[in-house]
């Protein structure tokens, strides 16, 4: 369903070789070069370019790369909804930022699919860039990350607000003993972000989603969050 020539595009775009790209689909080097002079042909654009020897992706060539990522996310997308429909099972792929408390994720996480027969989740750790690109191309379900979204194609629902906090010697010289003081009772008046994570993480799939609250899950309406 997907046409071999947006296979041949995304793979040269990741290894900036024709010959590589051939290599890892088994078929030509000419026969990937021939791909690519039809795409540009049929979108009347320059797609690649090469610059001192090296090939890379022309700003037009940009938008064609993202817009066969999709594609390819959304065919994949489908194959595995249908798949699942067969398995009567559920997969969802969430996106993770290295800082993001991981690992209270990872645990809720696999509570969840003990306790829910017939979902599987896939959890990916990675850059925030990188998770917003996979979300823009249907690679993920939903991402939990730090800080607000920028991009105006991405819905986000913010889950929880995090403290700074100072945490100096008491003979510190540079600071007050009332500000030592004053940081020292907000340091304990700090909620713990991974139960907070566990309480209130948010499951969405394309069509649905649970939220964990106070330790139970209610069913939502449609929503893509990161």
């Known amino acids: 369903m997907i046409d071999q020539k947006l296979l041949s595009l995304l793979k040269v775009s990741e290894l900036k070789s024709y010959t590589k790209a051939a290599q890892q689909l088994s078929i030509t080097q000419p026969a990937v070069s021939q791909h690519i002079k039809a795409l540009e042909q049929e979108l009347g654009v320059r797609i690649f370019e090469r610059i001192n020897g090296q090939l890379v992706v022309t700003k037009q060539g940009e938008e064609v790369v993202k817009c066969a990522k999709k594609m390819l996310g959304l065919y994949n997308n489908l194959r595995q909804d249908l798949r699942d429909s067969r398995r009567l099972t559920t997969h969802l792929t969430i996106g993770v930022t290295h800082t993001a408390e991981s690992n209270p994720i990872a645990e809720a996480l696999a509570k969840?699919?003990?306790?829910?027969?017939?979902?599987?989740?896939?959890?990916?750790?990675?850059?925030?860039?990188?998770?917003?690109?996979?979300?823009?191309?249907?690679?993920?379900?939903?991402?939990?990350?730090?800080?607000?979204?920028?991009?105006?194609?991405?819905?986000?629902?913010l889950l929880d607000t995090d403290y700074l906090?100072?945490?100096?010697?008491?003979?510190?010289?540079?600071?007050?003993?009332?500000?030592?003081?004053?940081?020292?009772?907000?340091?304990?008046?700090?909620?713990?972000k991974a139960r907070l994570v566990l309480l209130r993480l948010l499951?969405?799939?394309?069509?649905?989603?649970?939220?964990?609250?106070?330790?139970?899950?209610?069913?939502?309406?449609?929503?893509?969050?990161?």
């Open 203 to 226: 499951i969405i799939s394309s069509s649905y989603f649970l939220r964990v609250t106070d330790g139970v899950l209610a069913q939502g309406t449609p929503l893509i969050v990161s």
């Open 112 to 157: 969840y699919c003990a306790a829910n027969e017939g979902i599987s989740i896939k959890m990916i750790t990675d850059t925030i860039s990188n998770l917003y690109t996979m979300l823009n191309t249907y690679e993920l379900d939903l991402a939990i990350v730090e800080g607000r979204i920028a991009d105006p194609n991405i819905h986000y629902l």
């Open 165 to 192: 906090v100072l945490a100096v010697s008491v003979n510190h010289a540079k600071v007050a003993p009332t500000s030592i003081a004053r940081h020292r009772t907000m340091a304990t008046a700090l909620p713990s």
